[in-house]
């Protein structure tokens, strides 16, 4: 796994977060080639990758889900703060952005953080089935 605040990953792989907030990472080793002794690790795939914004705001949510678009992973989801989780205009307004990104997307919402002490909501969530939002299990 690697992300920001992540531990180990610098050494084999020059950074502890890669393209996004959270990307889980099939890794796989080898050896170097000509002679070489040294094992090396390298990413063989990327299962999923994660982008979380917690702004509040539709715009940078769509941001963040563009940033998906980019990636490789078959898995992608973003985690975003919302005021009501359960309004559906808020995912009706990233649903283009949604569904413009390849694989299997999902959206997780839930409070904004300065709510979270209020109380101990679930996330939210959902997976983009064609052009509709299902509520995920």
Same mark, same amino acid.
């Given at each position: 796994?690697? *992300? ?11 950074? /502890?977060? #890669? $393209?996004?907030?959270i990307? #889980?990472?099939?890794?796989? @080793?080898?050896? !170097?080639? @000509? !002679? ?10 990327? #299962?999923? @990758?994660? /982008? ?15 940033r $998906?678009? %980019?990636?490789?992973? +078959? ?6 703060? *919302?005021? /009501? ?8 307004? $990233? ?7 390849? !694989?299997?997307? *999902?959206?997780? #919402?839930?409070?904004?953080?300065? +709510?979270?002490?209020? !109380?101990? +909501? ?5 997976? $983009? ?5 299902? %509520?995920?299990?």
């Amino acid at each position: 796994m690697f *992300h920001r605040h992540g531990r180990g990953n610098q050494s084999d792989f020059g950074a /502890e977060q #890669l $393209l996004h907030a959270i990307s #889980l990472c099939r890794v796989e @080793q080898a050896r !170097g080639d @000509q !002679g070489q002794t040294a094992e090396f690790r390298y990413i063989a795939g990327c #299962l999923w @990758q994660i /982008e979380v914004d917690f702004s509040g705001d539709w715009r940078a949510a769509v941001h963040a889900i563009s940033r $998906l678009t %980019t990636g490789a992973a +078959d898995c992608k989801a973003l985690v975003a703060a *919302h005021p /009501e989780p359960s309004d559906s205009s808020w995912r009706d307004a $990233l649903k283009a952005a949604a569904m413009a990104c390849p !694989g299997d997307f *999902h959206l997780a #919402l839930l409070p904004p953080p300065a +709510d979270w002490e209020a !109380g101990d +909501d679930a996330p939210a969530c959902w997976r $983009l089935e064609g052009a509709e939002w299902r %509520t995920a299990d």
